[in-house]
Nanobody
Framework: QVQLVESEGGLVQAGDSLRLSCEQS????????MAWFRQAPGKDREFVAG??????????QYADSVKGRFTISRDNGKNTVFLQMVSLNAEDTAVYYC???????????????????WGQGAQVTVSS
């Protein structure tokens, strides 16, 4: 089993920045990819960004809506993945979830069903 604990989200103004973190514990050696998803009220959970967990190289994937504004990174020594968000806007308002996949894909998958472990969620609210 793998446990994921996310940092708190927050209430920010449009144009502000915010960083989320997600710390793993447990059988972390079984994890191949980490990702962030988000879910706004009345909408499906959507992929935001993903990163490979193992290997020295960084393989990242981003949703088109966040490219150039969000950056996913990892610190394996701290068992932590980060999501740096800049130029936030009202459309970014959602509950953000950290997720971990134990499936050996070449790059981080974007389907939530391919992630076995989930954090508790962090509310991010952007006021315009």
């Amino acid at each position: 089993q793998v446990q994921l604990v996310e940092s708190e989200g927050g209430l920010v103004q449009a144009g502000d920045s915010l960083r989320l973190s997600c710390e793993q514990s447990g059988r972390t050696f079984t994890i191949y990819h980490m990702a962030w998803f988000r879910q706004a009220p009345g909408k499906d959970r959507e992929f935001v960004a993903g990163i490979n967990w193992s290997g020295s190289g960084r393989i990242t994937q981003y949703a088109d809506s966040v490219k150039g504004r969000f950056t996913i990174s990892r610190d394996n020594g701290k068992n932590t993945v980060f999501l740096q968000m800049v130029s936030l806007n009202a459309e970014d308002t959602a509950v953000y979830y950290c997720a971990a996949s134990n499936l050996r894909y070449n790059s981080p998958p974007s389907r939530p069903t391919l992630y076995a472990y989930w954090g508790q969620g962090a509310q991010v609210t952007v006021s315009s």
